[in-house]
């Protein structure tokens, strides 16, 4: 199931990437101009960062390696939801995100949350090998 599921973010990023053709560079960055991009573009960034935690996920035992599978799932459709109901500008307000802010700031949120997710699983499988050794 894992050998499945992880390249499933690169072949979804191309995808995206395909759909949102005509791209360019300009100035350092690339930008497309299809007519897909301006819903893709944010699970697109999604797509983008799951690449490499979902190489880290490989480590992972199958149990929590589904753990973290439905984690993902859950959190992906629920930062959509949240980016599509936001604003596509924001109004001037101090506090008013747009979708762009939202999408960074739930990315980031979920990359965090990944990462205490896989520093907890090798310490406690580090723990585990040194009370297997005494």
């Known amino acids: 199931m894992k050998k499945i599921i992880t390249p499933l973010p690169l072949l979804l990023l191309v995808a995206t990437f395909l759909v949102s053709l ?3 560079w300009y100035d350092g960055y690339l930008g497309c101009d299809g007519k897909a991009m301006g819903i893709l573009q944010y699970p697109g960034f999604w797509f983008l960062i799951l690449i ?4 880290l996920a490989l480590f992972y035992d199958d149990n929590k390696y589904i753990i973290w599978l439905k984690s993902t799932g859950v959190f992906f459709v629920v930062s959509m939801v949240l980016v599509f109901i936001m604003p596509e500008y924001p109004r001037g307000l101090m506090l008013n995100p747009d979708r762009k802010f939202t999408n960074l700031f739930l990315v980031g949120i979920y990359s965090l949350f990944s990462v205490l997710f896989f ?4 310490v ?3 723990n585990e090998q040194i009370q297997n050794k005494v």
């Open 119 to 122: 520093i907890s699983y090798f």
């Open 22 to 24: 005509p791209c360019y």
């Open 124 to 126: 406690n499988k580090k």
């Open 52 to 55: 490499p935690i979902s190489l």
